[in-house]
């Protein structure tokens, strides 16, 4: 109680006197370099109609070093959800950086310690209903290379604990000091994939885990 | 007298004192006061004596008489299911001590067959995994595995959110706990485990033994010596579980070929592990094991005595056999009743809170 009392009044104070932020923007998109998607789309021979997965644990760097960390850093990026796409951090005047880092995914942390609200709310179906555990990373769509009846790949990446953690890190360079754009370069991911082998994953598994890192790589600031 | 199955009591003091010349942040003190007029209202849970600390986090999650009401409600509310037909005690039946006990592999929607049997519930607040699997990491997240399996309640949990918006009791009953109509994932799975915390069961025989308020019969406390021998490394006391998954000797079953926990993680070294389930109400918690092969308790004690099966798993406390006479074993089946918990079994505040549906009744 008397924690609380302190942070009400140093956040009372601080409205009062401290430096007005200047906040960054982020904004998702998918695709990479040139070529950008609105779903449902088709990209090739293949039909995407989700994608979702979540960022957390947001850094901001330079010269190597993080000079801004996210507080309370979740979120859930849905391309089917255009509020999802785009937010603006609270970060402080005059930042300067020139990466930006994240967590693909959720922390181990988080996964252990019970329902979380906001983008954390298991019924936001990020969330594994039989073997608890948060999905990281969500692709589906369809693809003639499945070979099952209806040709449909659904990747639910997730697994927090060893030996299918899938927790991964993306530490991109960005233009210093400017908004922040970040592509997804989905097409080079779904082509990574031998579909007529690996279409349906919907648990930790260690394949769960070199798919993470594969999407991890497609991340570029455009 | 107050016992251990009612473990909630009035509490939270406040300290508030020195802040009041900041006569600038009037408004700060004023949402200060409101706060504490929430909290006031929190209640503390009471640890039977001679209990560990519960790991249950009730920091995150603040037990109120208002939520655990709700978390009540749902509990025994159908509305759950896809079409409406089945509750979680439709499973976890309050005079079974929260278990099902017709049925070896518990029934849900349709009358589709699940793979295992319901366990019985009880101190939910101190246990660390979830299901025979350990599958489930964390109390709060226990509602959504039946909530979705197909063969139970075959809903979804957004699914059942919307139903909670619209249905007629549920907005207020969030709103007396949470402060507004807000239904979200979170404070229904928050609302579910105040209730599942509040199960708990520290009144049996045993317990009043413990506490020199009762004596042993003799047959009980040679029962009691032959189970601290044998049984105690996993049933351990006071909660009857030590919390983790062991091999207890089954042979796997034929049809099912469970795996246990080595079907969550895909290790051979977890093969056949499954979560030590607590012995306290185990006259009720029949049939027994995960897939309720044995009927009676007396199967249980000849299948530790002579149907122990040595594969690669088996933990290291079953590798010695153990050999009991027949009066061994009928002092140690003895000891075991005294686990029972009537007034668990029938109190009342478990029940189902007609009070919320109907209104009060007038007697």
Not at chain 1, 9 to 37: I, K
Not at chain 2, 66 to 91: K, V
Not at chain 2, 115 to 135: H, I, K, Q, V, Y
Not at chain 2, 231 to 250: D, K, R, V
Request: net charge neutral; glycine share 8%; with cysteine.
């Amino acid at each position: 109680m008397m924690r609380m009392l302190m942070v009400l009044l140093a956040a009372c104070v601080s409205l009062g006197c401290a430096a007005q932020s200047r906040p960054v923007r982020v904004t998702y998109v998918l695709g990479g370099g040139n070529e950008q998607f609105v779903l449902p789309t088709r990209i090739g021979n293949k039909r995407i109609d989700l994608v979702r997965f979540y960022v957390s644990s947001v850094e901001l760097m330079r010269g190597g070093k993080p000079v801004w960390k996210e507080p309370g850093s979740y979120h859930l990026v849905d391309f089917t959800d255009s509020g999802t796409l785009a937010y603006k951090m609270k970060t402080p005047e005059h930042i300067h950086f020139d990466r930006i880092r994240f967590h693909l995914g959720i922390d181990s942390a988080t996964n252990v310690s019970g329902a979380m609200g906001g983008d954390l709310d298991p019924a936001k179906g990020m969330y594994w209903a039989w073997q608890s555990g948060y999905i990281n990373f969500k692709i589906e769509g369809t693809s003639p290379d499945v070979p099952s009846a209806k040709h449909e790949f659904t990747f639910h990446l997730g697994g927090y604990a060893a030996p299918n953690a899938t927790l991964q890190t993306v530490d991109i360079a960005v233009r210093e000091g400017k908004d922040i754009v970040i592509g997804l370069d989905v097409a080079t991911f779904l082509a990574s994939i031998e579909m007529d082998k690996v279409y349906h994953i919907m648990s930790p598994c260690a394949e769960a885990v070199t798919l993470s890192a594969k999407a991890a790589k497609c991340f570029s600031a455009l | 007298m107050r016992r251990g199955r009612d473990p909630i009591s009035k509490g939270g003091k406040m300290f508030f004192g020195a802040m009041r010349k900041w006569a600038v942040l009037v408004s700060c003190v004023a949402a200060m006061l409101l706060s504490m007029k929430k909290e006031k209202a929190s209640l503390q849970f009471k640890v039977p004596d001679g209990w560990p600390r519960p790991v249950y986090n009730l920091q995150n999650n603040p037990l109120k008489k208002e939520t655990i009401l709700l978390g009540r409600a749902l509990f025994h509310d159908p509305i759950l299911s896809e079409d409406s037909t089945i509750s979680c005690t439709s499973c976890h039946l309050q005079y079974t001590a929260f278990s099902h006990v017709d049925h070896a592999l518990s029934h849900g929607i349709n009358d589709s067959i699940g793979t295992r049997n319901s366990p019985t519930l009880a101190n939910l607040a101190w246990s660390t995994t979830f299901m025979w699997d350990g599958a489930v990491n964390h109390l709060d997240m226990q509602p959504l595995a039946p909530i979705a399996h197909p063969a139970e309640m075959a809903s979804d949990i957004s699914v059942v959110l919307m139903k909670l918006r619209r249905s007629q009791h549920y907005p207020q009953l969030f709103r007396d706990a949470y402060g507004d109509t807000g239904i979200t994932g979170e404070r229904f799975l928050k609302a579910m485990s105040q209730f599942m915390v509040s199960i708990v069961s520290a009144g049996s025989k045993y317990d009043e033994v413990q506490a020199g308020k009762a004596t042993f019969s003799e047959q009980e406390q040679k029962g009691y010596r032959i189970f601290k021998q044998h049984c105690a490394a996993c049933h351990t006391e006071p909660l009857f579980t030590n919390n983790t998954l062991a091999n207890n000797g089954l042979t796997m079953d034929s049809v099912l070929r469970d795996t246990g926990r080595m079907k969550i993680t895909g290790r051979g070294e977890d093969s056949l592990l499954f979560k030590v389930p607590t012995l306290r109400n185990v006259e009720y918690s029949y049939p027994y094991m995960h897939d309720g092969r044995f009927e009676r308790l007396q199967e249980v004690i000849e299948h530790y005595t002579t149907g122990i099966v040595h594969g690669p798993t088996l933990s290291p406390e079953l590798q010695k056999k153990i050999s009991l006479s027949a009066n061994d074993k009928v002092d140690l089946l003895a000891f075991l009743l005294t686990l029972t918990d009537r007034e668990f079994l029938y109190d009342t505040s478990y029940s189902f809170p007609r009070f919320v549906f109907f209104g009060q009744a007038k007697d």
